[in-house]
């Protein structure tokens, strides 16, 4: 098994513009998840998707954030204006029908926006 | 909505036994107590999950006391590859809109030779 795939695994760019970060979660894996890792704020989760709808968006801290999954084996993570606050690794994370609460994390994205 | 408490950091010795323990005062009854493992650079992994009583895998064990309110996570005699932060989450995903995933600070591990 390829385990959770995110890609780019760096990214830098700079204030104003658009970054989109991608994820394809383990096969047969129905939840989804999106988080952001900081040092002084941890690891926060953004958003939850089960069978490729969001459940739970509390966590997406503004506007400038979107995420889809238009299907079983992808979803994005957009930012648009990303500012240099959004600075931080991201990680996509995947879990089965029968047991939602053993989430598998992707290696992550590191996100520089200067 | 159940929070956890956790030891900011932790240090011991090759060979020692370790545990870490989370407090978990508003557990509720559906949640499930899962402890995840991160190096640096990399996503946090999973260790061990339980409900109750004791739970052991090839990695680590799990105690859980009769009044769930906290868990302990033991590692058998360490190495210096265990050295990361070890996080205590409670939660039941069965309930997709009830429970929110939260990690919280973690403890940070650091095994001397």
């Known amino acids: 098994d390829a385990g959770v795939i995110q890609s780019p695994r760096h990214e830098v760019t700079e204030m104003g513009q658009e970054v989109t970060l991608r994820c394809k979660p383990i096969s047969g894996h129905n939840s989804l998840f999106w988080y952001r890792q900081t040092m002084m704020r941890g690891l926060e989760l953004l958003i939850y998707?089960?069978?490729?709808?969001?459940?739970?968006d509390s966590g997406m801290p503004e506007d400038r954030f979107s995420a889809k999954m238009p299907n079983a084996s992808f979803s994005t993570l957009k930012i648009q204006p990303s500012e240099p606050r959004d600075s931080a690794v991201y990680f996509c994370?995947?879990?089965?029908?029968?047991?939602?609460?053993?989430?598998?994390f992707g290696p992550g994205t590191r996100l520089l926006v200067l | 909505l159940a929070k956890t408490t956790q030891p900011i950091s932790m240090d011991s010795y090759e060979g020692q036994e370790v545990n870490i323990t989370c407090s978990h005062n508003n557990i509720a009854t559906n949640d499930y107590i899962t402890w995840y493992q991160q190096f640096p650079s990399q996503g946090p992994r999973f260790i061990i999950q339980?409900?109750?009583t004791k739970v052991t895998n090839e990695v680590a064990s799990l105690f859980i006391p009769a009044d769930r309110k906290s868990s302990t996570l033991s590692l058998p005699r360490v190495s210096l590859s265990d050295t990361a932060v070890y996080y205590c989450?409670?939660?039941?995903?069965?309930?997709?809109?009830?429970?929110?995933?939260?990690f919280g600070s973690g403890t940070r591990l650091s095994i001397r030779p």
């Open positions: 339980g409900y109750k």
């Open positions: 994370a995947s879990s089965s029908p029968t047991s939602r609460e053993t989430q598998y």
């Open positions: 989450l409670v939660g039941d995903m069965g309930d997709s809109s009830a429970s929110k995933i939260i």
């Open positions: 998707f089960n069978n490729n709808v969001p459940i739970d």
